[in-house]
């Protein structure tokens, strides 16, 4: 009798299993919140647009939106440049950490600051809301059920995904020409500094964390060190993305460059910063790059970013790769 009971158990499972890989549906999209590019998709080359959210659940807007409750900090950077402050109804809270954000001091204290909590986010009563593949899985399904018109937001791994992130929000903020300007800007920055590095040898370099993180490829860090000039150690023994390293691991790449965030408790004060802290580390007392003292911190608001300000990482690193070269950045702030 129990042998039957746990063959018809399993039989259910297997149905059960079968039935979740062949038809995944809206149900078992929100009950996914790890899979990737879970992006909107927006039909209609004018008003009224179409957005097609990946679970199955379309949102029609009528006219370009003026209620905008932006609840990242990438589309808080992103909209900021794209459209009139007045729109936006809230923007994250993170928006104003001086470690994080490229916009300190440019959107009113008026406009709401949010954390992803679904009540006050409602009570707002937006007729848009902007969202990334990391928001909360839970927030997002409250907020599908509301009938809010929802935006989600791309992969965030190359600046080709940053710009199509930017098309995005353009085209349903009716903000296209600005998105160009921001985009030819950022391709000609890129542009200049490939010109400057050129026949310039390829350091090897390790992004590193204290904390024991670092990126692979097929990420954004990957990308900003390949387009600043260098080599990114971390590929070679990492998958693809940000993922725990090993002290043991990092010592074996053996880097040129060390580049590490700068955080607030990186500034001068009575701790060491993160860079004394590593060139005074014994284990790592013949890396090529605690042996020239090239450890060098960017700020993470440029290094971390998933927006058009992510140019100015890349220009950073390519810098401290080749101190001789000046950048679109240097030239601007002349």
Do not use: C
């Amino acid at each position: 009798m129990n042998n039957r009971k746990l063959f018809f158990f399993t039989l259910i499972l297997i149905i059960f299993i079968i039935f979740i890989n062949f038809n995944k549906g809206p149900l078992f999209l929100l009950l996914e919140p790890s899979k990737k590019n879970l992006s909107t998709e927006i039909s209609g080359q004018a008003f009224p647009k179409t957005l097609h959210d990946p679970t199955g659940i379309e949102f029609v807007i009528d006219n370009p939106p003026q209620r905008i409750l932006s609840a990242t900090l990438a589309t808080d950077h992103m909209l900021a440049g794209l459209i009139d402050p007045k729109r936006l109804v809230a923007v994250s809270s993170y928006v104003d950490y001086p470690n994080m954000s490229n916009v300190i001091g440019l959107y009113d204290s008026n406009i709401a600051r949010t954390q992803g909590e679904i009540e006050s986010m409602l009570a707002l009563q937006p007729d848009l809301v902007f969202i990334a593949s990391y928001s909360n899985p839970e927030t997002v399904r409250y907020l599908l059920r509301s009938e809010i018109a929802v935006v989600r937001l791309g992969a965030l791994n190359s600046f080709a995904d940053i710009f199509n992130n930017i098309n995005m929000i353009a085209q349903v903020t009716d903000s296209k020409e600005r998105a160009q300007v921001i985009i030819t800007n950022i391709k000609k920055r890129l542009h200049n500094i490939q010109k400057a590095i050129q026949g310039k040898p390829k350091l090897r370099v390790l992004y590193y964390n204290l904390d024991g993180y670092s990126t692979g490829a097929h990420s954004l860090m990957d990308e900003t060190i390949r387009l600043a000039g260098g080599i990114n150690v971390a590929a070679e023994i990492l998958p693809d993305g940000e993922n725990k390293i090993s002290v043991e691991q990092a010592i074996s790449l053996q880097p040129d460059v060390i580049i590490i965030n700068q955080s607030e408790l990186d500034q001068p004060s009575e701790n060491a910063s993160a860079i004394d802290i590593l060139l005074n580390k014994k284990a790592w007392a013949n890396v090529p790059a605690i042996k020239k003292k090239q450890v060098y911190a960017i700020p993470a608001k440029w290094l971390r970013s998933v927006s058009q300000h992510r140019i100015h990482g890349v220009e950073a690193v390519a810098k401290y790769l080749h101190p001789e070269i000046k950048t679109d950045n240097e030239a601007l702030n002349e």
